[in-house]
């Protein structure tokens, strides 16, 4: 069904009674949990043996084959780089429907205003025009600091989609609960919470550009794997990859370095899973990264990525990106954007601003300085709900449901804003809050069927009989 | 009595089986192990297993030579029961260090002219909020407290005698986890470990909620303090019901989001004297909240109970129904107050807190997905107590039950935190607190790229994954392996340092590797004597054959020190080591 007649799954409006229908149908999908349970951090056997992912019994071999199906390298797949906003950003603050009394009633301190209108407290809270006379939508405006936003979305052939009322159709309002589902692709109804990731199942499931022993296919930003990557082959998390060398006393000789990769390497194959695959792929990621040289990097011309920790981290993605074939993830995470109270919209130092001009800046600098290198790329930035449409009494707002997301790349149709106005009146909100009508699963599905060129979209984002099947918004050329 | 060692099968569970060691050391007494009444143990798994380094490895910090010792000598129940009674055991020493490594060393700088200021320096420790905040009043000079917070902690789990209670304590942190990085936690965090987590670790849990829903951390981190009845704040209200009590089952929860509605509407008024009440003045500044008290900075944190602020009627949480419509006239000072506490013990009372926290024990100490059979003996413990925890622990801990827990096919992995411990209790290393923040540091003990750059190890286990109040989220740091599987590079770097005297502040020297190898030990030798050290030789024969052989390679070409610097910093490298006995 197109996306446009899908609507909010009946039985998911988070009653108590309703409740009880979805823990019936959480037990039934336990085989599904448990065969998905076999994937674990490290990968699974399922491709390399033919076993089903989603068979009743566990994977029997839950070690990774050491030979692979070879591939035949050609074409650099696709670069992803995912970015999670953690803490649930609010997508009212992001895509503004100023014009919509239901909006003006409910905001104050973070209310974004038509410029035109009278009672504009004050000029900074005057939104910039994005979309407007778009048949089904309403006006669209963003605040000031999304300028580079606007930009990209405005260009000619523009590379930026925004999805509102977007994510997880669970109505959770926990972030832990909602991370895990958008992370796992799955919602609370299908299983209950993954271990593996969507992209960990996109990455055992897509392996023909993969040849040789060890992989580094990805890493995440952190001290933890994301979730995004649990699962996937050749994926560890990486918190500074400037700072990633071999574990050995400065001044060793080559042959004692060799000597301790060796015994590291032969005791952790035999030990086996989960810690062998990590190592190989710490020791893989080790090699990879030693051969690039952090400090030189030139962006393209006229690029200049924020000077935070978050635009570092993109501009070393993009670094690896143009000189990593083999790379094909990055995760990233900001935040947090859990804006309970002194939300910030519209000065610097605030906290959604400050977040909101890395972000846009962010994004800018990554876009430009990766379109003109031959390698596609793709980016999906994701949060776990959007916000209350009603703010607090603490200039601030609380966990929500429908948000924003955005996709941005070589092949992502731009300038639109993608998905169902729902709308705002009180009989059209969850709760209080702006619901979803755009599935995150259909907009990481298209991503990896259309960007990735992965057709396992049954795998990654897993269908539920009955209620849920994938299929493409329809951003992607 | 002789019992040669074989392979039990798994029906002959009160099959006694000992292992070579246990029968060296159980001397005279005999062959038997005692569970705690009196029965023989099953011991449920061929040689390999050894039920008194289990204990040592799942509730402390990592094995060491005085611990052993105690083991040996009271046995497996003896030292439980011992460890569970941490007021009776002396732990001056522990303290001694931990008060050196506050007092002894200046890491407070004088922002205006850069040097290290002793009249500032000040330790962390039995502080109020007001106290600490006072002492660190700006953004810099609070990288002090939070780095000596996070240390004491580090220190207390590397050397207490206590080392039950410090582990439970760590545990609990984590239940009740709150964010020591927050902006102003660097005076409250400690005094919540003081008075919310120290007191209750091996205490009753519903007094444990009640202590951390009260306590100035946790108002701030979850924003409650804030939460009025004209916008209830849910953040806290929901934590609550999904971390600390009720938790989640499969996913699911019991409760729904009107409930965490309700709640919220039930704790609104629970607040502190805040700093914002004391800028820019409270309504009542002089006199207010429960019972009634003038207030001023000295009180910063306090709990109060701003009456005027919640919200009063009747409030349904799972179908019990709090507050009622119709109010006392006049309104005594602290009505309102009860609805929340009453709620408190309701949650802490029900069938799934029970089943929440026992899960949660469980997954922290001995195994991911633990079987129903096991959550339920726990979270009966936990019942039929009352919400008590010793009796949880008790029975988690049962010798009687090792079949059931035994962990040979169910790996639990050295956490972060327990990583480097371990290595520090393995290898007693000098710590030298004045090299942390030497001359040339002085930038890094300000600011620079971490506040942990000048106490290196502690940096290390961030690294790796884990720190005492470093998680961002309130769900604490998780207790499944997977998630600590990605942290193998720094755990190697960080046993690379340890063994070769590059990890700031700590050294080891020739004395410090006979205390881990024996004296004069031959070169051939060195891998199972680290073995022996770390895990009572417990290791995989693969790993440490394997590692024998590469130092056998090395041997022409390094010194005696050497080579047993990199022999324990591989045996601390291998697969099998990241995993508890």
Redesign the interface.
């Known amino acids: 069904m197109s996306h446009e007649e899908r609507t909010l799954v009946p039985g998911l409006e988070?009653?108590?009674e309703e409740?009880l229908s979805?823990?019936d149908l959480?037990?039934s999908f336990?085989t599904l949990r448990t065969a998905l349970a076999g994937v674990?951090?490290?990968g699974v056997g399922a491709t390399a043996s033919g076993q089903d992912l989603f068979s009743s019994q566990p994977p029997t071999e839950s070690r990774l084959p050491k030979q692979q199906v070879p591939g035949t390298g050609g074409a650099k797949p696709a670069f992803l780089l995912s970015i999670f906003l953690r803490g649930g950003a609010d997508g009212l603050s992001i895509l503004a429907p100023c014009d919509d009394p239901n909006y003006q009633a409910a905001r104050n301190a973070t209310r974004i205003w038509n410029p035109a209108d009278v009672g504009l407290p004050d000029p900074s809270m005057a939104g910039i025009p994005l979309t407007a006379g778009i048949p089904g939508l309403p006006d669209f405006w963003m605040p000031q600091v999304l300028q580079p936003l606007k930009d990209l979305f405005d260009e000619p052939n523009s590379k930026l989609a925004l999805f509102h009322a977007s994510g997880s159709v669970d109505?959770?309002?926990?972030?832990?609960?909602q991370q895990?589902q958008m992370e796992s692709g799955t919602t609370?109804n299908a299983?209950?919470?993954q271990?593996s990731g969507w992209c960990g199942r996109h990455l055992v499931t897509k392996t023909d550009h993969f040849i040789g022993k060890g992989l580094f296919r990805g890493f995440s930003y952190s001290?933890?794997?994301a979730q995004t990557l649990?699962g996937g082959q050749g994926v560890?998390?990486i918190?500074d990859p400037t700072n990633?060398a071999f574990?050995?006393?400065?001044g060793a000789?080559q042959a004692?370095e060799d000597?301790?990769a060796d015994?590291?390497e032969?005791?952790?194959d035999?030990?086996g899973d989960?810690?062998?695959t990590?190592?190989e792929s710490?020791l893989k990621?080790?090699a990879v990264l030693n051969n690039v040289d952090f400090d030189s990097y030139t962006p393209a011309t006229g690029v200049m990525y924020p000077p935070t920790k978050f635009g570092t981290e993109l501009k070393q993605a993009a670094q690896l990106a143009k000189t990593v074939d083999k790379l094909e993830v990055v995760q990233l995470n900001t935040g947090?954007w859990d804006t309970?109270?002194a939300q910030g919209v519209f000065a610097a130092g605030g906290r959604m601003y400050d977040l909101m001009d890395e972000l846009a800046k962010g994004l800018e600098a990554f876009k430009k300085d990766m379109v003109d290198d031959g390698r596609e790329f793709i980016v999906l930035v994701m949060t776990e709900f959007g916000r209350t449409l009603a703010e607090?009494?603490?200039a601030g707002t609380?966990?929500g449901h429908g948000g924003v997301t955005i996709a941005m790349g070589t092949n992502v149709i731009g300038g639109q804003v993608y998905g169902t106005w729902p709308g705002l009146a009180p009989g059209q909100l969850d709760?209080g809050d702006m619901v979803t009508t755009t599935d995150i699963r259909d907009i990481i599905g298209e991503v990896v069927a259309s960007a990735l060129k992965n057709p396992n979209t049954g795998i990654v984002v897993p269908p539920e009989p009955g209620v849920y099947e994938y299929a493409p918004v329809g951003f992607m050329a | 009595m002789d019992s040669p060692v074989k392979s039990p099968s798994k029906q002959s569970l009160r099959q006694i089986e000992l292992t070579r060691r246990t029968v060296m050391k159980s001397g005279a007494a005999g062959a038997l192990m005692l569970g705690l009444s009196g029965r023989a143990l099953a011991s449920p798994m061929a040689s390999g297993f050894d039920p008194e380094l289990f204990l040592l490895d799942r509730l402390t910090f990592g094995l060491n030579d005085d611990m052993l010792s105690e083991i040996q000598t009271r046995g497996y129940a003896g030292w439980l029961t011992w460890q569970l009674n941490p007021s009776a055991i002396n732990d001056a020493a522990a303290e001694a260090i931990v008060a050196d490594a506050e007092f002894g060393y200046p890491l407070w700088f004088d922002e205006t002219t850069g040097l290290p200021n002793p009249a500032k320096m000040t330790n962390v420790l039995n502080k109020t909020p007001a106290e600490l905040f006072l002492q660190f009043p700006g953004e810099t000079s609070g990288t002090t407290p939070v780095a000596m917070s996070a240390l004491a902690v580090m220190l207390r789990a590397a050397y207490s005698r206590r080392q039950l209670f410090y582990v439970m304590a760590d545990f609990w942190q984590n239940v009740h986890s709150t964010f020591l990085l927050q902006e102003n936690q660097h005076a409250l965090w400690m005094p919540f470990q003081e008075n919310v987590i120290y007191p209750y670790a091996l205490g009753n849990y519903a007094n444990m909620v009640k202590a951390s829903a009260k306590h100035s951390s946790m108002m701030l981190y979850l924003?409650q303090y804030?939460s009025?009845k004209?916008?209830p704040?849910?953040?806290y209200a929901?934590e609550l019901m999904?971390l600390h009590t009720l938790g989640?089952k499969?996913?699911?929860?019991v409760f729904?989001?009107?409930d965490?509605?309700e709640v919220a509407k039930i704790l609104t008024g629970w607040s502190m004297h805040s700093l914002e009440d004391i800028i820019e003045g409270y309504p009542n500044p002089d006199t207010y909240g429960c019972p009634a008290q003038t207030m001023d900075l000295n009180d910063y944190g306090k709990f109060v109970f701003k009456q005027e602020k919640h919200l009063f009627g009747k409030k349904t949480v799972l179908g019990k129904v709090y507050g009622s419509n119709v109010l006392p006239f006049p309104l005594p000072g602290c009505y309102g107050l009860s609805e929340g506490e009453d709620l408190i013990d309701d949650l802490v009372a029900r069938d799934e807190t029970a089943e929440h926290m026992a899960t949660r024990m469980i997954e922290w100490f001995l195994m991911d997905d633990p079987p129903q059979a096991l959550i339920d003996r726990v979270a009966g413990a936990f019942s039929s107590s009352g919400s008590e925890i010793v009796p949880m622990v008790q029975e988690l801990f049962d010798p009687t039950f090792l079949n059931e827990i035994h962990p040979s096919d169910n790996l639990k992995i050295r956490r972060p935190i327990n990583y480097v411990v371990a290595a520090l209790r393995a290898s007693n290393p000098t710590i030298d607190m004045e090299e942390l923040c030497s001359e040339n540091l002085i930038p890094n003990c300000i600011a620079g790229s971490s506040i942990w750059s000048g106490i290196k190890w502690v940096g290390s286990s961030?690294?790796?994954?884990?720190v005492p109040g470093g998680r961002?989220?309130p769900?604490g740091y998780?207790g499944?392996?997977?998630?600590?599987?990605?942290?193998?590079?720094?755990r190697?770097?960080f046993?690379?340092e340890l063994a070769?005297d590059?990890s700031l502040g700590l050294s080891l020297d020739s004395t410090k590797l006979d205390g881990i190898f024996g004296v004069a030990t031959p070169t051939t030798d060195l891998a199972e004597a680290a073995n022996q050290k770390v895990a009572l030789g417990y290791l995989?024969n693969?790993?440490v054959r394997?590692?024998q052989?590469?130092i056998n390679?090395?041997t022409p070409?390094l010194s005696y020190d050497d080579l047993r610097r990199?022999c324990f910093s591989?045996i601390l490298?291998?697969?099998?080591y990241?995993y508890l006995h």
Not at chain 1, 171 to 177: A, I, K, V, Y
Not at chain 1, 247 to 250: A, E, G, Q, R
Not at chain 2, 573 to 576: D, E, I, L, V
């Open positions: 988070g009653t108590c409740k979805r823990r959480a037990r336990r674990g951090a490290v109505p959770t309002r926990s972030h832990f609960e895990n609370g299983s209950p919470p271990p001290n933890f794997l649990n560890t998390p918190p990633y574990p050995i006393k400065p000789s004692q000597a301790r015994a590291l032969t005791m952790y035999k030990f989960p810690l062998d990590s190592m710490v990621a080790i947090s309970h109270d607090n009494s603490s609380d966990h709760i | 924003n804030r009025d004209t916008s704040i849910e953040n929901r999904e989640l499969d996913g699911v929860s729904d989001e009107i965490v509605e961030i690294e790796i994954g884990q961002p989220s769900d998780p499944e392996n997977e998630a600590y599987v990605g942290g193998l590079r720094a190697l770097q046993a690379m070769h590059l995989d693969f790993d394997r590692i052989t590469y390679k090395l070409s990199e591989m490298s291998a697969p099998s990241q």
